[in-house]
């Protein structure tokens, strides 16, 4: 309560020539703020997505644009994803859903030269942006850099529905299951006709081992 | 006539109230302006992050602290993969230490200017907090260069970093912090040396080295107190004990010590410190590879880990009881906001309500580092 001790007449009235003496110094860089360049964007008249786009608009401040590696909704390469499933288990959240089948064998060189090999593919490639929190942990173990950040963050949608990315189409996945059957179909009589023959072959070897 | 009978009226600050700083509720029984028992309520940002991370895998959990303090979401990350680090027994590359420095204090200079910008505001200045956010916006811009994020960062890795820093990173830092050494002193002397603003926080609320052990305060709050604690250099960890800083104590500044304007002028004093650790590191920043060898599922020992670090908010720590399994049997976080909160009710009587909100500012209270 009675924190403030009692202040002699010279020591009161220093107190308050210092106190205008240090607003009036608050207020002159105040003011001297009114003159530089404004920090601030108007954001959807103004391109933020590079440096440059900032450096072409009426824009003069000091803001540095969107990085190269900005972490914006999730996107996936159809083409290079071997549906391995390594990022699904690696969402703390699991708001990837990956559901896979055989597919024909393929080579190709994934992220930084490694070469990569596709043995299933993708019938169903869902990413909940909803629950996503774009911490970039799928992207980190995926070997063939399949799964990237894009650098989109404007992700306003018209229903809960929509917030669920679907990359692989129906078409798509009706084809990759088609070719899984045939696939399977093809193992399957491989197989049969390898029991066959070895079968054969035993009978061949057991008579022998007979005699 | 009979004495006026008159009884005290309990009256409740928060849950909404904007210089509470978050979701916290203060259960306030005054007389008049005065105080005579404040009691805080907390919980009502109780995301149960310590129970998630049972479910999670030991990298997917790094994510999670990033939201336990948002404000130091990379010395909240540190905290953490250091316990694991310590638990799996994995070098870290010696590249990967000094961007874990200088990220850590980059994110210290940012957390300590919100501290800074919120308590200006809630004593009435409203322009240092603008001006405090502007320069703030820079550091952002530093950190989403290296990890791509602005807030939420997942930056620090098990092991080292994410991501390695962009070419002309080191010279982008160096450029800003000559920018800023001057800006910060300018904000001071918009704000911190103005008498009004002295005499309003001077002489308020102090804690004694006593009682400051008592309540077990940790970071700026303690040594506002006058006590030279900084795990930094108390228990060096990463590359600490390699670099050459002062740990700034309350000295009286503006009155007695340990009082709300010494708290407040200690973390103006570390961003001083900070800014001397990043140029240090810009020096020495070696060559080399940013991530040890770790595999994708961590299959620790048994046992129990616990590592502490200095964030803005004091000493965290990370306590891991592992059962060897994929995800820890059990997580606690311990944090310096709930020890700065529980001190409130000690030195809060007697003071006017007006002043409370000068003593939650000064203490630098974070709510979701509170209820975790």
């Known amino acids: 309560m009675n924190r403030k001790p009692r202040l002699s007449f010279k020591a009161y009235f220093g107190q308050i020539v210092s106190g205008v003496q240090t607003m009036f110094e608050g207020m002159s860089i105040s003011l001297a703020s009114t003159f530089l360049k404004v920090q601030t964007v108007e954001y959807p008249d103004v391109d933020i997505s590079s440096r440059e786009s900032l450096r072409q608009s009426t824009y003069k401040g000091n803001m540095a644009g969107m990085p190269e590696n900005y972490r914006g909704i999730l996107k996936v390469d159809l083409d290079i994803c071997t549906a391995c499933l390594i990022c699904m288990k690696a969402c703390p959240i699991d708001c990837i859903a990956i559901t896979n089948v055989k597919c024909d064998k393929r080579k190709f060189n994934g992220k930084s030269g490694k070469a990569a090999v596709q043995t299933r593919a993708a019938t169903r490639f869902d990413i909940d942006i909803g629950k996503c929190m774009f911490c970039g942990l799928c992207v980190i173990p995926c070997p063939t850099g399949a799964i990237a950040h894009s650098k989109i963050f404007e992700m306003n949608r018209g229903s809960l529905a929509e917030l669920v990315e679907r990359f692989v189409t129906p078409e798509q996945a009706a084809k990759h299951e088609a070719r899984a059957l045939e696939i399977e179909t093809e193992e399957a009589e491989k197989k049969a006709a390898k029991a066959k023959t070895d079968a054969e072959a035993k009978a061949k070897v057991e008579p022998k081992g007979e005699a | ?372």
């Open chain 2, 1 to 372: 006539m009979g004495k006026l009978r008159t009884e005290l009226m309990t009256i409740n600050m928060g849950p909404q109230h904007p210089s509470t700083h978050g979701v916290i509720r203060f259960i306030i029984d005054t007389d008049g302006e005065v105080i005579h028992r404040c009691e805080p309520d907390v919980g009502y940002l109780h995301r149960s992050i310590e129970k998630i991370t049972e479910h999670l895998s030991w990298q997917g959990i790094v994510p999670f602290t990033d939201r336990v303090d948002y404000l130091c979401a990379m010395n909240s990350n540190w905290a953490y993969v250091m316990a694991v680090e310590k638990m799996i027994a994995v070098e870290v590359p010696r590249r990967a230490e000094f961007i874990r420095v200088m990220v850590g204090e980059l994110n210290r200079i940012s957390s300590h200017m919100i501290a800074i910008g919120t308590t200006d505001m809630d004593m009435g200045a409203f322009t240092p907090f603008i001006q405090l956010l502007r320069e703030r916006e820079y550091i952002n811009d530093l950190l989403e260069m290296v990890s791509g994020a602005r807030l939420t960062y997942n930056y620090l890795s098990i092991g080292g970093v994410n991501y390695d820093i962009p070419r002309n990173w080191l010279f982008k830092v160096e450029e800003f912090l000559n920018h800023f050494d001057p800006a910060m002193e300018q904000m001071n002397r918009l704000c911190t040396y103005n008498r009004i603003f002295i005499n309003r926080m001077a002489n308020l609320a102090p804690i004694s080295k006593e009682l400051a052990f008592d309540y077990n305060l940790v970071g700026p709050n303690l040594r506002g107190s006058g006590v030279k604690s900084d795990v930094r250099r108390d228990q060096p960890y990463s590359v600490y004990s390699e670099l050459d800083f002062e740990i700034p104590v309350g000295e009286g500044f503006g009155g007695e010590v340990g009082d709300c304007y010494d708290r407040f002028m200690v973390r103006i004093l570390e961003v001083r410190e900070s800014i001397k650790i990043l140029r240090q590191c810009i020096k020495m920043m070696p060559e080399g590879p940013i991530q040890a060898k770790v595999k994708n599922t961590i299959k620790p020992p048994e046992g129990h880990f616990y590592s502490r670090s200095e964030t803005p908010r004091g000493d965290t720590g990370y306590f891991i009881e592992s059962s060897g399994g994929t995800s820890p049997y059990r997580l606690k976080i311990r944090s310096g906001s709930f020890t700065g909160i529980s001190i409130t009710p000690a030195i809060s009587k007697g003071i006017l309500i007006a002043d409370l909100v000068a003593v939650i500012g000064s203490l630098d209270i974070v709510a979701p580092e509170l209820d975790r």
